[in-house]
């Protein structure tokens, strides 16, 4: 971590773990690091895990079965270095049409989800005196968005856990920033009307989604940057300027 301009074949090899890393951003990271020559793990929830990585199954909602998979990632490739806070989910409703159970169950998958893993992260990296912590939020959570109340807030909520972690535990060598994408070409904007990805492409100054290596790149900077902490780092062809 403290080599970031080495050759790849000079780097010490990092134990990397990205949740939701089975699909989408999450699998473009992990690939990112793996030919960076990292050791990196995937969570999966559903399916299998894609092929050439350790995966481990968890669901962020679901304490017990994090705990199970850290102990899987640290008996097969030692405690967690750079932990990439990934797996993230959506149900969009018009706030006067949104159910409890809508707001509780994006909230809890993004926001304490994200706050889980880090929690359970954070035991080995304060032991180790480094570590990374990458939040992956979205342009929405600062720039807003209609019918996204409770997605919106989850990864605003990003930021602050984030910020919080980095004056808790920037005096142990550990770092917590913040990526937030714009639209990037996966399964979750698949799902957009056409109308609204057209919208959407007329206020992005670049004019079209980002692709998933973009993302990619900027987990790699910060997993490498010492002194960078607390930082929100837009990833989104321009949307989102002026946060
Ligand atoms: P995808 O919908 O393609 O993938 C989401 C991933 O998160 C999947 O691996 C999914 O697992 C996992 N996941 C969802 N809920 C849970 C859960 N409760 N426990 C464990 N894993 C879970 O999304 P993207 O790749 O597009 O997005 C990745 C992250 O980037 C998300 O946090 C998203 O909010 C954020 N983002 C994406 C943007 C975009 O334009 N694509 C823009 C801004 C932010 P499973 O396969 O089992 O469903």
Known sequence: MSQPNAPVSERTPRSVLVTG????????VARAFADAGDRVAVTHRSGEPPAGFFGVRADVTDPASLDAAFAAVEAEQGPVEVLVA????????????MSDEE????????LAGAWRVARRAVRGMVRA???RIIFMSSVVGLYGSPGQTNYAASKAGMIGLARSIARELGSRGITANVIAPGFIDTDMTRELPEATAADYKGRIPAGRFGEVADIAQAALFLADAGYVNGAVLPVDGGLGMGH
């Not at 707001?103 to 993004?110: E, Q, W």
């Open 21 to 28: 890393g089975n699909r989408g951003i999450g699998l473009a």
């Open 86 to 97: 990934n797996a993230g989910t959506t149900r969009d409703q018009l706030l006067m049409r």
């Open 103 to 110: 707001f509780d169950s994006v909230l809890d998958a993004n």
């Open 129 to 131: 005196k480094r570590g």
